[in-house]
């Protein structure tokens, strides 16, 4: 029997959840040279976060010029004609606030939080350094190397983050997913200023960009401040990219990867639908609630029997964006416990991954999974900033923010048979990917490193 708090967990959330969304329209202007400003009202104290998306990154590099997307967004705090180096970040900060940006597969974003008056400030801000960027190489000379010194931080010197970008490398082979976000070390190397001044003239254009804004405005004012600073710049000609969609694969791909560390590591991935690209679109939320059933916290299956119960991981996690530009990876990463070999944890995956090709996931699974992610996404509209990251996401690469709306309501429409259907459609070794990483004895300077930052799409300027 269903325990009674997860019903009253779930209805709970689901209402407080719609309550809110109810109760903060969005609302959304188009400026006549192309610029989505797109609002969303929330009182509840006097801040806003206000950000700008650009639809260009990673995904949108040809090979040569890997991790230009990321150099520039460096660059973007380094002047224009009306603002010297490093103006734009002692701006912010006299006025009480907070900025930095990251690149993405799919969008590169800037943001500011300030108290809500000082709107201003950021739209001119950035209004400036959207068409006026001056580039200047003596600057960027030296930041391409603390993007190469970034690099070797959190890619080169970690051998985790090192096994995933080897791991991606081979997952896919024509899809632009392949590449490094901060690039490949020898683009890096070989990358001139006149890349950049390309890149941005190329994308950075009011036509090819999104302002957000989430906090304590009015939608009016934000409207008339952004006619007033970004209403004047000139549109782009911006061409949109080939779509260079992924080969289809043929068979399991495998790699192993040899570097200094203390543990061994596995990944595992398949290709799977998103939201853009799913053939039916149930597919990506029944992919969703399959990854809650394996790793959806503490008593879901990863936790309950590889962890704890057979005691075959000593971590595991799982991995999935619905909200992808193009086809991405379901994946599977975890660190074997003592004794116990890459091999062993990839095959006790697997046997879990068979289990659901066999058998329908119980009602009681999904009824808790709902209940946590449903409550996941109230604590979610706590934050001004990330109410606006899932906006600028989701229209950044295509999508509508209703979505947003949405989501819940289709989470709890799936059922056990539809996660059966993608288990058996997608879960199966002609699209899975696995690395192993392989420990090599580490030097005794490695040894006293401190750990490097999190690999990822994130790098702030």
């Not at 995904?59 to 997307?69: C, K, L, N, Q």
């Not at 960027?140 to 690099?151: I, Q, S």
């Amino acid at each position: 029997m269903m325990p009674l708090r997860f019903f009253f967990a779930a209805a709970l959330s689901l209402f407080f959840l719609q309550s809110a969304q109810a109760a903060s329209p969005i609302h959304e202007l188009t400026l006549s040279n192309g610029l989505k400003v797109i609002v969303k009202e929330d009182h509840r104290a006097p801040v806003m976060v206000s950000q700008v998306w650009y639809k260009v990154g990673s995904s949108y590099e040809h090979d040569g010029i890997t991790g230009v997307s990321h150099v520039l967004e460096h660059m973007m705090f380094k002047g224009t004609r009306s603002h010297s180096s490093g103006e734009f970040s002692r701006i912010i900060a006299a006025n009480g606030g907070r900025e930095n940006a990251f690149t993405g597969q799919d969008y590169t974003a800037y943001f500011q939080q300030m108290e809500k008056s000082r709107l201003k400030v950021s739209f001119e801000l950035e209004a400036d350094r959207m068409r006026n960027l001056t580039l200047p190489k003596e600057e960027f000379l030296k930041e391409v190397k603390v993007v190469m010194e970034e690099r070797r931080l959190r890619t080169d010197d970690d051998p985790q983050s090192l096994t995933y970008e080897q791991f991606a490398a081979t997952a896919f082979v024509t899809s632009p997913y392949r590449n490094p976000i901060i690039g490949w070390m020898d683009d890096l190397e070989n990358m001139r200023v006149e890349d950049l001044r390309a890149w941005y003239e190329k994308w950075y254009a009011p036509n090819n960009a999104t302002v957000v804004i989430v906090g304590d405005v009015r939608a009016d004012e934000v409207f008339a401040l952004a006619k007033k600073y970004f209403g004047p710049l000139k549109s782009g000609k911006i061409t949109p990219s080939k779509p260079r969609l992924e080969i289809e694969q043929k068979g399991i791909r495998r790699i192993t990867v040899k570097a200094p560390a203390e543990l061994p590591a596995m990944m595992m991935g398949y290709k799977v639908p998103v939201i853009k690209t799913a053939p039916e679109a149930w597919e990506p939320y029944a992919l969703e609630m399959l990854a809650g059933v394996l790793d959806g916290g503490d008593s879901a299956r990863f936790a309950k029997e590889l962890v704890r119960g057979s005691q075959v991981a000593a971590s595991i996690g799982t991995g999935y964006n619905m909200y992808n530009g193009a086809q991405d990876l379901l994946t599977f990463s975890g660190t074997p416990s003592q004794g116990h070999s890459a091999e062993t944890l990839e095959n006790a995956i697997r046997a879990q991954i068979k289990r659901l090709h066999d058998e329908l996931v119980n009602e009681q699974d999904l009824t808790r999974i709902k209940a946590q992610v449903v409550a996941s996404k109230v604590y979610e509209l706590d934050s001004p900033f990330y109410q606006a990251m899932q906006i600028g996401t989701l229209v950044t690469v295509g999508l509508s923010h209703t979505l947003l709306d949405e989501y819940v309501d289709k989470l709890n429409a799936v059922t056990p048979q539809q996660v059966q259907q993608v288990a058996r459609k997608y879960l199966i070794d002609d699209r899975l990917t696995v690395a192993v990483l392989e420990p090599q004895p580490m030097d005794e300077k490695a040894q006293h490193r401190a750990p490097a930052n999190a690999a990822g799409g994130r790098h702030g300027h």
